[in-house]
Nanobody, 121 residues
Framework: QVQLLESGGGLVQAGGALRLSCVAS????????MGWYRKVPGKARDLVAT???????NYDDSVKGRFTISGDNAKNGVYLQMNSLKPEDTAVYYC???????????????WGQGTQVTVSS
């Protein structure tokens, strides 16, 4: 089995910064893509940012220029540096990973348990 362990959420004032971390553990052959999604009550889970194993990032327009995603293939980790936070960034942030558990298996999506980020105005 594969588990994603998140850390780094919390409460911060508008304009502040937080750093989210996520490390995957378990039976991992390769993690193809890792990233972060977020969800607010009453809405679907939305993409924040992803990064491929080759280091190519992808950001939602709402966070471009403020958030930076990075990955560590050796540690099966993904990190999200969030700067210039706004109240509308308040959400539960979920770590995501598409992981192959062996050489011939198809990649499968895994999710963390979620970490709350609250930005006060």
């Amino acid at each position: 089995q594969v588990q994603l362990l998140e850390s780094g959420g919390g409460l911060v004032q508008a304009g502040g910064a937080l750093r989210l971390s996520c490390v995957a553990s378990g039976r991992i052959f390769r993690s193809n893509t890792m990233g972060w999604y977020r969800k607010v009550p009453g809405k679907a889970r939305d993409l924040v940012a992803t990064v491929t194993s080759s280091g190519s990032p992808n950001y939602d327009d709402s966070v471009k220029g403020r958030f930076t995603i990075s990955g560590d293939n050796a540690k099966n980790g993904v990190y999200l540096q969030m700067n210039s936070l706004k109240p509308e960034d308040t959400a539960v942030y979920y770590c995501y990973a598409r992981i192959k558990t062996n050489r011939i298996a198809s990649g499968r999506d895994y999710w963390g348990q979620g970490t709350q980020v609250t930005v006060s105005s």
